[in-house]
């Protein structure tokens, strides 16, 4: 298994550009969510997914669309960057086990984006 | 009142010691906790997670979780300078959907 793979690795986007960052997963999981992180600091949940078809806001979701059409894929789409866009992207996957419980998100490599 | 919420830190630790993270959180979160490690300019790995009351060890890692005091820690026993890092905590929230809300992380140096 491959895991979580995004793609690129780095991009440098101009204001008012737009790109897609793209994560694909190959576990079968239906939750998969969309982080990004500034320099030092935490995780921020932009968009998550619970399966293909379904998606919902998280803290800070200004800015950015999602769609989730298949299980394996969730792309983050920025329509016009800003320079309040620089920052880490990462995307994750889990599958749930129960109400009560959360099985352990895996995390892909991460999207560095860089806005001027 | 945030989610999750932890000392930023930096805390310092010599190599050896026991370093100890905490966590608080909201009561509107449920009752799943996970301690990530993340590396600097790398992506965040679970070391440990923990459902119930009490205290849960791997290795030189041990979790504790008290739910009446809404609080999970991690303690680092003899530490090492590999343990330098970001510590992420992060909890299971039961909303409309299922999702997990990380705090700010706490970062550790271990020093030589």
């Known amino acids: 298994n491959a895991g979580v793979t995004q793609t690129p690795k780095f991009r440098i986007l101009k204001i008012g550009q737009s790109m897609t960052l793209q994560c694909t997963q190959d576990?079968?999981?239906?939750?998969m969510y969309w982080y990004r992180q500034d320099p030092g600091m935490g995780l921020k949940l932009i968009y998550y997914?619970?399966?293909?078809?379904?998606?919902d806001k998280g803290e800070v979701p200004n800015g950015y669309n999602v769609s989730r059409s298949t299980t394996e894929d969730f792309p983050l789409r920025l329509e016009l960057a800003a320079p309040s866009q620089t920052s880490v992207y990462f995307c994750?996957?889990?599958?749930?086990?129960?109400?009560?419980?959360?099985?352990?998100?895996?995390f892909g490599p991460g999207t560095r984006l860089l806005v001027l | 009142q945030k989610e999750v919420e932890q000392n930023s830190g930096p805390l310092s630790v010599p190599e050896g010691a026991i370093a100890s993270l905490n966590c608080t959180y909201s009561?509107?979160?449920?009752?799943?906790f996970f301690w990530y490690r993340q590396y600097s300019g790398k992506s965040p790995e679970l070391i440990m997670s923990?459902?119930?009351?009490g205290d849960k060890e791997d290795g030189r890692f041990t979790a504790q979780l008290n739910k009446a005091s809404q609080y999970v820690s991690l303690l680092i026993r003899d530490s090492q300078p590999s343990d330098s890092a970001t510590y992420l905590c992060?909890?299971?929230?039961?909303?409309?959907?299922?999702?997990?809300?990380f705090g700010p992380g706490t970062s550790l140096s271990v020093i030589p």
């Open positions: 576990m079968n999981h239906n939750y």
């Open positions: 992060a909890a299971f929230m039961k909303t409309s959907y299922d999702k997990v809300i």
């Open positions: 997914s619970v399966g293909a078809g379904i998606t």
């Open positions: 994750a996957s889990n599958s749930a086990l129960s109400d009560m419980y959360q099985e352990t998100q895996y």
């Open positions: 923990i459902y119930s009351n």
């Open positions: 009561d509107r979160v449920s009752q799943s």
